[in-house]
């Protein structure tokens, strides 16, 4: 559900409010263990429920470019990995389950704006907080962090038909479940030109440029003291040509009632 109302020609506010239930995903309901190395493993959980979430936010529009937002959501039985562990075996294990609910508030600003005439740029900022709590089978937990982000695309007018495209994205140390996730950011940078009277375009793209991508994650919990850190290969040189042919032909799409089925399937290769 969603009202707005407009105060004069610059001026948009709005107020929306939903309500989600996003079901497991196969993968996590498969209860077979996998062994990343012998002393550790992932396994799904056969019992895990749906959550619930409700959002709520208000937000307001300044002359079509900039929007700010804050925003409330509440979960109920939201899904998290847990890092447990066998002390007998000196074995640790990763699991989903549910925990009693996380909550999330925070404000966000989004800006477009045209420096010069040939660099224009999109910029979006949140500041927010994650308040993780949980009881059950892991005990009384509570696990919470005030933690923001930063996006920025910037695209730039060479001439010719040529342009440029720099874009950066930094988030902040934050918490997820029982563990807390360190900072990373990546930095990625493209060039296209435009051929045979603008229907063709030729681009070059080099994404996360300083390999920075990593993902860092350390747990203090109970009988748990560990770090992890997986190395992404999220380097990639992309080079692609592309051809606009008009469009002729108008293709219906087809919706099918299986849809949150599809989405629940994970594919791993």
Known sequence: MAIGKSFGENNQLQFAMSRRVQRPDYSDLNPFRVFRDPLLYYEGNPNLRPELTQNFVISHVFKGKYTSALNYSKTKDVMTWITGQIDAINTTFESPQNLK???????????????????????????????????GEIGIFSNSMTSFSFNSQNSFKAGKGYSFELNGYLNSKSVYGTGIEKAYYVISIAGQKTLLKDKANVKLLLNDVFQSSQFRQFTRYQNIDMNS?????????????????????A????????GDIQNRVKWNF
């Open 101 to 135: 609910n996380l909550i999330n508030y925070g404000l966000s600003f989004t800006g477009q704006t045209d420096y010069f005439k040939w660099w224009n740029a999109t910029n979006f900022v949140n500041v927010y907080r994650n308040e993780y709590n949980g009881e």
């Open 251 to 258: 293709i219906k799409e087809r919706k099918t009632d299986n």
């Open 229 to 249: 850190h997986v190395n992404v290969d999220g380097r990639r040189l992309i080079l692609s040509f592309s051809y606009r042919f008009g469009n002729p032909f």
